[in-house]
C-alpha cells in the first residue's frame, strides 16, 4: 500500500484530456484482445474480535493475557497491544486499547530483513533462508523468527505428539521438504553452522529449523520485507488498516487505520496484494499463506467453519463463504455466489479473466509509467499507445460489468481506479487538441463519479482511496466548468443539468477530499518528531 499522501495527491492538480480517433480505437482493442491470450456506513461492520467490547472510549482489558514478543520496540507504537484470545487469528494479535478514528498511525517500524528484488513480489522460496543467514543481523533474527507461527517451541514438539489443531503445520512442512533436495537444505545447516548461528538455547540450526524459518517468513513476511509487529496483524477480507510501504529514502513502514475501531476490537490488514474476487483471494491465501487460520481474523476463520463444521483442519481454507448485505453483493456474478477451489483456478471463469486481462493492462500501464516518470524520451508511438490503453479499460470496465451483470461486482473498483490512474498519464502526452482534452475529463468524471461509491462499499467512508477519487471528481469537474460547461451537460447525468449543480459537486468531492486527507495528517514522520 502506498504512502497516502501521494494517493492524495497535490489540491491544485488539474486534469485534462483524452483521445477518440479511430487510430487510438484500433489499438485499444487490439491491447485488450491480447490482454484475454456511495453510501455513508459502508458495508455491514463484520464482528471481528470475540471480547465483550462496549462503545465505551476506553475499556478494561486486564482479563486478557498481554502478549509479551521479546523483540526491539517498534519506532512508534499507539494504543494498541497483542493479546491472547481464542477468537484472534493464531490466537493471539492487535487489539485496539481505545476507539481509535480513521487515520490514526498505529505502528511505526523498520523491517527486520528486506526482501531482495529477486524476491519482491513472488513467494518465497528457500533462498530466502540463505539471505537471512547472510544478513549482518541474522544471529537476532533467527531467535526472534522463533517466536512467529509456528513457533519453534510447537514444532520442536514433533508431529507424533502434536495436538490437532497443529498437524496443519506439519503438513505444510512436508509440502516443504518435498520442494528441495537434501544438499540444498543440508548446505544451510552448514552455512549456519560455519557462522556461529545456533538456535536461542543455543542447540545447532537443524534441517527442521530451515523449514520452519522459510514457513515462518512465508506466513509473516509481508511485501517489502520482513516486519516482527505488523506480523502480528491478522488478515480480513474488510480489513480496518492498511499498511503503507516505504516510499522514496523513507526507511520505516507505518500501519494506519483506514475506519473507526472500537476498543477491544482486533486490528487487521489484508494479506492479498490487490483487491481479488472470492477465488483468486482463496487461491492466493492458501498458496501464501497456507496456514490462513492461523493468520484471519476471528469472522473469516469462523465462516467456513460454519458451512463446513466437518472438515478436518488441514482443509479449512475457505473465506468469505458465508458473506452478507453489500459485502455478499459485490461478489455476486449473474446473481450467484460463484464456486471457487484452493486446488485449482478455473481460467474460464468470468472473474479470472478479467483479473487476468487487468492484471495485463495494469502491467502495461506500470511500464509506460515509469518511462514518462524519469522523464525518458517518450516517442509519439509510446504516446498513441499509453492514449490506446486508456480506452482500452473503459472497455474492459464495461465488458466486465455486462458479463458479471452485477454494476457493484469488488472487480470494478480495479477497473475504474486503474482507468483515472491511465487518465492522468494520457493527460500529460503532448500537443493533445481540445477535444481530446475535454473528451478525457468527461471520461474522468464519469469514472470518478461510479467509483467513489464503491469505494465507501469496499473500503468505508473514510479510506485515503476514496480522497483521491474525489480529488480526481473535483478536478475534472472544476476544469470542465471552466473551459466548457456543456460538455458537462452533455453527459445527462441525473439532477446534474445545470452550471450550479455540477459547481455544488465539484465543492462536495474537493471538501471530501479534504476531510479524508486532514484524517491522516498525523503520520508517521510527525509522530517520530513528537517522539524525539
Not at 48 to 60: E, H, P, Q, T, Y
Not at 78 to 86: I, L, N, P, S, T
Not at 259 to 288: D, F, K, W
Not at 323 to 332: A, F, I, P, Q, V
Request: hydrophobic residues 40%; glycine residues 4%; contains cysteine.
Amino acid at each position: 500500500m502506498t504512502d497516502p499522501f501521494s494517493v492524495f495527491g497535490s489540491d491544485s492538480e488539474d486534469d485534462a484530456s483524452h483521445i477518440e480517433d479511430n487510430e487510438a480505437a484500433a489499438r485499444a482493442k487490439f491491447l485488450v484482445k491480447e490482454a484475454n491470450a456511495k453510501s455513508n456506513t459502508g458495508p455491514t461492520p463484520l464482528p471481528v474480535s470475540g471480547l465483550d467490547v462496549s462503545n465505551a472510549d476506553l475499556i478494561d482489558l486486564s482479563y486478557l493475557e498481554k502478549e509479551e514478543l521479546p523483540w526491539p520496540s517498534p519506532l512508534y507504537q499507539g494504543d494498541v497491544a497483542v493479546f491472547r484470545v481464542d477468537s484472534f487469528g493464531g490466537g493471539r494479535g492487535y487489539c485496539a486499547l481505545k476507539t481509535l478514528p480513521p487515520g490514526t498511525t498505529i505502528l511505526v517500524e523498520t523491517p527486520a530483513m528486506e526482501w531482495t528484488e529477486e524476491q519482491l513480489g513472488k513467494k518465497l522460496d528457500i533462498s530466502a533462508i540463505r539471505c537471512l543467514l547472510d544478513h549482518p543481523n541474522a544471529r537476532k533474527i533467527v531467535h526472534w523468527v522463533e517466536y512467529f507461527h509456528p513457533m519453534k517451541v510447537v514444532v520442536d514438539v514433533g508431529a507424533d505428539v502434536a495436538a490437532d489443531s497443529e498437524q496443519q503445520i506439519w503438513k505444510m512442512m512436508d509440502e516443504q521438504m518435498s520442494e528441495y533436495s537434501d544438499s540444498e537444505v543440508t548446505a544451510l545447516v552448514e552455512l549456519a553452522k560455519d557462522r556461529g548461528i545456533v538456535c536461542e538455547n543455543s542447540t545447532p540450526i537443524s534441517s527442521t529449523d530451515v523449514f520452519r524459518m522459510l514457513l515462518c517468513i512465508r506466513y509473516n513476511g509481508l511485501e517489502s520485507g520482513l516486519y516482527l509487529h505488523s506480523a502480528m496483524l491478522n488478515h480480513s477480507c474488510h480489513p480496518n488498516c492498511a499498511k503503507l510501504l516505504p516510499e522514496g529514502k523513507q526507511s520505516y513502514s507505518e500501519v494506519v487505520t483506514t475506519r473507526e475501531v472500537r476498543a477491544g476490537q482486533s486490528l487487521t490488514i489484508s494479506y492479498c496484494p490487490s483487491i481479488m474476487s472470492h477465488a483468486s483471494r482463496r487461491r492466493y491465501l492458501y498458496n501464501h499463506r497456507k496456514s490462513i487460520l492461523a493468520n484471519m481474523d476471528h469472522n473469516c476463520a469462523s465462516l467456513l467453519r460454519l458451512i463446513l463444521p466437518s472438515l478436518s483442519n488441514v482443509d479449512r481454507f475457505d473465506i468469505g463463504a458465508n458473506l452478507k448485505g453489500d459485502s455478499l453483493r459485490m461478489e455476486l456474478v449473474n446473481g450467484n455466489f460463484p464456486p471457487s477451489s484452493v486446488a485449482h483456478v478455473d481460467s474460464d471463469s468470468i472473474t479470472q479473466r478479467i483479473e487476468t486481462t487487468l492484471q495485463e493492462l495494469e502491467r502495461t500501464h506500470f511500464e509506460y509509467a515509469a518511462v514518462v516518470g524519469a522523464n525518458d524520451l517518450v516517442t509519439m508511438d509510446m504516446w498513441e499507445i499509453i492514449k490506446a490503453l486508456e480506452l482500452s479499460v473503459l472497455e474492459l470496465y464495461g465488458e466486465s460489468k455486462r458479463q458479471l451483470v452485477n454494476d457493484q461486482h469488488l472487480l470494478l473498483i480495479s477497473c475504474l481506479s486503474l482507468h483515472l490512474e491511465v487518465c492522468d498519464l494520457v493527460q500529460r502526452a503532448p500537443n493533445l487538441s481540445t477535444n481530446v482534452q475535454l473528451g478525457i475529463l468527461c471520461r474522468q468524471v464519469r469514472s470518478a463519479r461510479t467509483l467513489a461509491p464503491l469505494q465507501v462499499l469496499f473500503h468505508g467512508k473514510d479510506h485515503f482511496n476514496l480522497g483521491r477519487t474525489h480529488l480526481d471528481l473535483a478536478n475534472a469537474i472544476g476544469e470542465l466548468l471552466s473551459r466548457s460547461p456543456k460538455h458537462l451537460f452533455a453527459l445527462n447525468l441525473p439532477a446534474l443539468e445545470t452550471f450550479e449543480q455540477w459547481s455544488i459537486v465539484e465543492n462536495l468531492s474537493r471538501k471530501e477530499h479534504k476531510r479524508i486527507k486532514a484524517l491522516y495528517a498525523n503520520r508517521g514522520e510527525v509522530l517520530l518528531k513528537q517522539a524525539m
